[in-house]
């Protein structure tokens, strides 16, 4: 083996040129941010930043980026920089590379030169070709680098001529008119060419070969992870920033300044007065409010979980613990797994067909709560089945060797094992059936926008009588609205312009915000709840 | 009858061994001289014709033995030659798995356990059972001490007995005291009762689930390789006390591992493969000087 590359554990020093890899992949990484900001409307394309217009500034960037690549790779093929390149930049990556040749070539073909169809397909054929060889056939460190630094540079001229300006307009010349304008065209190409270059300096910066790769993978799997979280976070910043001023809007402080409630006979008037979340919608109010849904909302979760989980969790007893594994238990599981996956308007049209006309023949909140209830009922035996499926045998061994029976042992040893997971399967249900629109139209709205007098009192409705059931809740028999449904018909029926309403567009933000937070709210308590059984079941 | 031997026949022509036990009448012979073997104490449990089936597989074949009352018999035999299984008809634990089907007689005290109207409760409180692997509950100490008694109703805890004043903290914390004290854990965990036991090392789980399996107040013990999951120094742990245990309780124990076998029991029973007891006696005679060649070979480690 004379003559072979030593090569040595400890790599040369090249700290500068990964200090300057580095630095590029910042550089993509904050216009990928940019980018993202500016799809989400939270950065403007035409303002300028510290005087220098959006546009050229990210044409600036993404010319300096795709040189600094092309550097690196060129750096790295004649020898300047101590790397570990492979033969090839792989099948993957010259797949990937030459399709975005072939579209840019086809682009410039037929934007640019007026090519017409053929002509077009031609020119697309060969810069991808020409990418797909650049790519695969030289040596990995100008093959991941170049093609992707040369479009990097490309995008950035079109950018800096304006050939692709703040005005500019794709249209798509379909039917629908659908066009794309430069407000959305230009963050994401900016946002896919940093990508591409972070990623091609990642390499550089881990000196090509295996680790090379490894660092690049980790950038995208990493970004990818980052942007899904930031488009998460900024769905519900964009909510509550355009929620928040109907939320507050009339609020004061001040003993006695807010509207009088009785609670279990004691009658106290509020501290505050928070108009939107204590008043309905009427004429004569100063703010209007969702009070009636935001309580509708509430017995309607409730509701549908007292009535779901114990029949879920009884079923799910049933079928894993009593019956025989086998045919049966197949169809009830393949049968709940369907039943999950049913529309909710179907859920809806059964509770309208079947629940309305046997609960006073009209629609109300307890035909809601059990409609609900139902869509419920199959996810929470789904998990709560899987979740004492989990449950070791050994338990259920050690209990039984101890001469417990069946039922003591699911009650104290099964049951409470898998309590962290049946709750988590609740959590995930209410989430899906606080925001569902279609069953509650169908069974239980009442007036789009209900005034405050038609709030549900459930815990004052209930009363005792002299013949069965000895007990009538009429409040429960009443129709009434929920938040999702008010949402509905705050935006589709254009409630609300004859109601006074001041301003419709941010009453219906604020009833969103409501509605996320009426939502969250159930969430953190299935979390703590959750946190609590599990915290009974570890050492710690 | 006739078909066990039959069966044992059938085995013998095929491996060609030299067998102890060869024909029928050979083996009702030494059977007897099992069954007559003179131990000091009185029969615990006297197993008669004793077949398991899983489905087609005939996992035991035609076992008869008497388990001495206040000892401790092992029962050795390479992997997969049914100690478990034979260990899992004493408390009738093979009752809970849907493919096994047991033919024969299993006596405690002289009572018939595979008969109509036997109470399983009541048995297995009598017949206490320690596991392979340590399985204690995802409970506090105490909870998985006082967890059979109070299922049994015997002792009574909770909001509504406080209620009613009907609590039996006291003997709770006696019978957690005592238990644990019995299983040499006491020592170690006195002050954290309420703590999760699955905070507890290997060891100490396996020592907690026999002090569960005390708290019953049984009169045998089943151990199936208490010990194989733990490190030497908890094993020489689980030795002791369960020779310690054999004062009061009648222990039988599977292990694999010979020495322990010698080192902890009265008698021995040798399991080969194919589901047969081979040989039983005591200790010292199975070990010094086996009666067959199999068992000779097995425990000198030519096979097995
Ligand atoms: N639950 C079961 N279902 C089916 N076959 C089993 C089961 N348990 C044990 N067996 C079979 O019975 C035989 C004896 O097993 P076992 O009693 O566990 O042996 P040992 O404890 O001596 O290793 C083996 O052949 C095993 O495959
Ligand atoms: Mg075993």
Known sequence: ?540 | MSKTSQTTEDETKRTDQPLEVTAGETREQTQDEWTDYDFESQAKFSVEDLDVYYGDDHALKGVSMEIPENSVTALIGPSGCGKSTFLRCLNRMNDRISAARIDGSVELDGEEIYQDGVNLVELRKRVGMVFQSPNPFPKSIRDNISYGPRKHGDLETGFLSNLLGRSDEDEVDELVERSLSQAALWDEVEDRLDDNALGLSGGQQQRLCIARALATDPEVLLMDEPASALDPIATSKIEDLVHELSEDYTVVIVTHNMQQAARISDQTAVFLTGGELVEYGDTDQIFEDPESQRVEDYISGKFG
């Not at chain 1, 066009?179 to 090509?208: D, H, M, Q, R």
């Not at chain 1, 009339?250 to 279990?264: A, K, N």
């Not at chain 1, 937070?517 to 979390?527: E, M, P």
Request: aromatic share 12%.
């Open chain 1, 1 to 540: 083996m004379a003559g072979a590359v030593e090569s040595s554990l400890v790599s040369e020093d090249t700290s500068g040129t990964e200090a300057v890899a580095a630095g590029v992949v910042g550089i993509a990484a904050i216009l990928f941010g940019i980018s993202l900001g500016s799809m989400f409307e939270l950065l403007s394309i035409t303002d300028p930043i510290a005087g220098i217009p959006m546009v050229a500034l990210l044409g600036t960037l993404l010319t300096l980026l795709g040189l600094g690549v092309i550097g690196f790779g060129l750096g790295s093929r004649f020898g300047y920089v101590a790397t570990d390149p492979r033969p090839s930049a792989g099948l993957v990556a010259s797949v990937a590379f030459s399709g975005i040749w072939f579209a840019v070539g086809g682009l410039v073909a037929s934007q640019s030169f007026g090519l017409g169809t053929v002509g077009w397909v031609a020119v697309a054929f060969v810069t991808g070709g020409l990418a797909f060889a650049g790519t695969a056939l030289p040596r990995e460190d100008i093959g991941s680098t170049l093609p992707v630094g040369v479009f990097a540079v490309f995008v950035g001229v079109v950018f800096l001529t304006g050939v692709i300006g703040p005005s500019w307009v794709w249209d798509l010349g379909w039917e629908q008119q659908a066009s794309f304008n430069a407000e959305f065209s230009i963050p994401v190409i900016t946002a896919f060419c940093s990508l591409l270059v972070s990623w091609a300096s990642a390499k550089a910066y881990g000196g090509f070969g295996a680790r090379g790769r490894h660092v690049g993978a980790y950038l995208l799997v990493y970004l990818n992870a980052l942007s899904i979280i930031a488009v998460l976070f900024l769905l519900v910043a964009f909510t509550v920033f355009k929620g928040l001023p109907g939320l507050f809007n009339g609020l004061t402080f001040g003993l006695g300044s807010g509207p009088e409630t009785t609670l279990f006979g004691f009658t106290f008037a509020w501290p505050f007065a928070w108009p939107f979340v204590m008043n309905g919608v009427a004429l004569l109010n100063d703010v209007n409010g969702v009070l009636p849904a935001i309580v509708g909302t509430i017995w309607l979760v409730i509701g549908a979980v007292v009535f779901a989980v114990p029949l879920g969790v009884g079923a799910a007893v049933f079928i894993t613990e009593y019956a025989d594994r086998g045919r049966f238990t197949q169809v009830v599981e393949v049968a709940t797994n369907g039943l999950w996956s049913t529309p909710s308007i179907v859920f809806g049209l059964f509770g309208l067909a079947f629940l309305v006309p046997r609960l006073g023949n009209g629609k109300s909140l307890l035909a809601g709560m059990l409609t609900l209830g139902f869509m419920l009922l199959p996810l929470v035996v789904i998990t709560s089945r899987e979740a004492m499926l989990a449950v070791p045998d050994e338990y259920r061994d050690a209990s039984a060797a101890l001469g417990v029976t069946k039922w003591q042992t699911i009650r104290s040893v099964v049951l409470p094992a898998s309590l962290p997971g049946i709750v988590t399967g609740i959590i995930l249900g209410v989430g899906r059936i606080a925001g569902e629109t279609a069953p509650i139209l169908l069974t239980m709205s009442g007036s789009v926008a209900p005034p405050g007098s038609q709030t549900v009192d459930v815990i004052g409705g209930f009363s005792f009588t002299s013949s069965p059931p000895f007990v009538s809740n009429p409040e429960l028999l009443q129709a009434t609205s929920a938040l999702p449904y008010q949402l509905y018909s705050l935006i589709t029926a254009g409630v609300g312009q004859s109601s006074n309403i001041a301003n419709i567009e941010q009453f219906r933000w604020a009833t969103a915000l409501i509605l996320l937070v009426v939502v969250l709210s159930f969430y953190a308590v299935g979390i703590a709840t959750r946190y609590y059984f599990r915290r009974k079941l570890q050492h710690e």
